[in-house]
Nanobody, 115 residues
């Protein structure tokens, strides 16, 4: 299993970024996918999750209405569209999948939101 995130960067408050996570090594369309984030000095937290076919999503309260998770099973890719970004969204964002009771993580992509 390999997960490769991209799309992070530096953005001003109120701006937008779109993260991508390219997956390989497993049957992508059979598994739910998640995005997590970890800010300095804080625990890693769940940001958003999507079911295998994309029919259902859920979000952390802190990002509801601002972030959108989606997936393209033909491209083995999951996305996180982040709008109305706030400085408190600054963190390393990680893609996650649980395959056969084991968690897999990407290397993370840094998102920095300046005020």
């Amino acid at each position: 299993v390999q997960l490769v995130e991209s799309g992070g960067g530096l953005v001003q408050a109120g701006g937008s970024l779109r993260l991508s996570c390219a997956a390989s090594g497993f049957t992508f369309s059979r598994y739910g996918m998640s995005w997590y984030r970890q800010a300095p000095g804080k625990e890693r937290e769940l940001v958003a999750a999507i079911t295998s076919a994309g029919a259902s999503t859920n979000y952390a309260d802190s990002v509801k209405g601002r972030f959108t998770i989606s997936r393209d099973n033909a491209k083995n890719t999951v996305y996180l569209q982040m709008d109305s970004l706030k400085p408190e969204d600054t963190a390393v964002y990680y893609c996650n999948v649980e395959v056969r009771w084991r968690d897999y993580w990407g290397q993370g992509t840094q998102v920095t939101v300046s005020s």
